[in-house]
């Protein structure tokens, strides 16, 4: 028995578009790529199935992002408020040694 040989998307959608943009016969594609029929009329079927997805707006992508967004915010303010605390360290600690040194 002969093995059934595996497609990559890559070779499906090839052979699709030919079938649909050059409107060449199934049974031509068949025979040019050793591929069943039924397996073309399959890929076929799972095309249009799965159409509407691609055209379908993703919302759950616009809520992943701004909730991203939010979390990009909320560590934006955490890191400046960081860096104001640095800062204020910075300043106190040059005004003491200042102080201990006397150069005030």
């Known amino acids: ?28 594609l068949a025979e040019k790529y050793q591929v069943r029929p ?11 199935e799965s159409a509407t997805e691609i055209f379908t707006p993703k919302k759950s992508n616009t809520k992943q992002t701004s909730a991203e967004q939010k979390k990009i915010e909320k560590l934006q303010a955490k890191l400046k408020d960081r860096d104001e605390a640095i800062s204020y360290l910075l300043r106190e600690n040059i005004e003491i040694k200042k102080s201990i040194s006397g150069d005030d």
């Open 38 to 48: 039924k397996d073309i009329y399959n890929w076929k079927k799972k095309l249009f």
């Open 1 to 28: 028995m002969q093995q059934r040989k595996h497609y990559t998307a890559e070779q499906k959608v090839m052979i699709l578009r030919e079938l649909l943009e050059n409107n060449v016969p199934i049974s031509q």
